[in-house]
């Protein structure tokens, strides 16, 4: 069993009546990346300024490599938080900004140089160290944000939802890049968001956080693969719910026992909620389910359908093809990669 390095006991922050974290328990192992997920108002930043230290805990612990971090304040836990707007220093350069954790820690001026330039080099950004931030697209100032995170070797990196200010590709590129930085230096993390493909992306473990709880935690890929109940589904991207015997007619016996989707083998229906993703049913002419078209939307890479699926009701479907229209008939293929039964 791999030992935590990060561990909340029981972890509770109120404001007045409010309790915006309650009673949290996680741990987090060296060089792993846990990212808690949750709708806006769930507690999850709370939570990350409770471990930095930010929020005083009305109860439970922060342990870190085994010490209680209580009265211990920000500046003396070793830890780096990045926030979502970056918050460089508008007045220095990019190489200054980098360098000024390294300043404080007294590294001279050939060695902060030389980290400078390995840091930009990591981060993807060389070249850049004498432009100011203002000069800097959005993605570029986080690129810079993070490899100030990183100058000074924090033992714990905070990540705020570091990518939420950009555009939705710029993101989803980002996140590939800082999984592949955080993988590379074998940083230890956590990181709130409210993006559960940007947390898939970037995380080894995902905990999902509703009203001031933990409502799963678990490796990520678990996680997407098994909620463990409607409302953790719900929030990570799963939208048809189908009981009974539209259950059974959409996804068959065969896979209502399937490892995938967590039930047990030969099981049925049996009043059990089977969630489906948009990805879970596709147009196929081979396919097994009849329905007609009610609505459909065409993106980048996809048609987004609603279909009228004969027995079962509306579902959401994929089409490759952009020549779909209201009233056309269309047979559906079942994908059970994005199937999850979820529990009794």
């Known amino acids: ?67 209680d971090l209580a009265g211990v304040p920000t500046h003396e836990r070793g830890f780096a938080l990045m926030f979502q707007d970056g918050q460089l220093f508008n007045h220095a350069s990019v190489g200054e900004n980098i360098a000024y954790a390294l300043r404080l820690g007294g590294m001279g001026r050939a060695a902060r140089r030389g980290r400078v330039e390995e840091l930009l080099e990591l981060v993807g950004m060389q070249g850049y160290a004498d432009r100011r931030p203002a000069t800097l697209s959005g993605g570029q100032q986080q690129r810079v944000a993070l490899a100030r995170s990183l100058a000074a070797d924090p033992a714990l990196l905070l990540l705020d939802e570091p990518l939420s200010a950009l555009d939705r590709s710029l993101r989803d590129r980002l996140a590939g890049d800082l999984r592949e930085i955080l993988v590379q230096t074998g940083t230890t993390a956590v990181m709130v968001t409210h993006d559960h493909d940007e947390a898939f992306t970037v995380a080894d473990r995902m905990a999902v956080m509703l009203e001031g709880k933990i409502a799963q935690e678990g490796p990520t890929g678990e996680v997407w693969r098994a909620p463990v109940s409607r409302e953790v589904a719900e929030f990570i991207g799963y939208e048809t719910f189908l009981s009974g015997e539209a259950a059974e007619r959409v996804v068959g016996r065969e896979v209502l026992g399937h490892e995938v989707c967590g039930g047990g083998a030969g099981g049925g229906a049996d009043g ?67 199937v999850a039964l979820l529990p009794r």
């Open 1 to 67: 069993m791999v030992e935590a390095m990060l561990e909340l006991r029981d972890v509770t922050v109120r404001f007045g009546a409010l309790a915006a974290v309650r009673s949290v328990s996680l741990s987090v192992a060296e060089g792993d990346v846990l990212a808690v997920i949750g709708p806006s108002g769930c507690g999850k930043s709370t939570l990350l300024r409770a471990v930095a230290g930010l929020e005083p805990l009305t109860a439970g612990s922060v342990v870190w490599d085994g010490r």
């Open 272 to 338: 059990r909620v089977v969630a489906l993703r948009p990805s879970a049913l596709r147009v196929d002419e081979a396919g097994g389910l009849a329905g007609v078209v009610r609505r459909a939307v065409t993106v980048s890479d996809a048609v987004h359908l609603d279909v009228d699926a004969e027995g079962v009701g509306t579902v959401a479907a994929l089409a490759d093809e952009p020549d779909h229209r209201l009233g056309d008939e269309v047979r559906l293929r079942l994908d059970d990669r994005g």
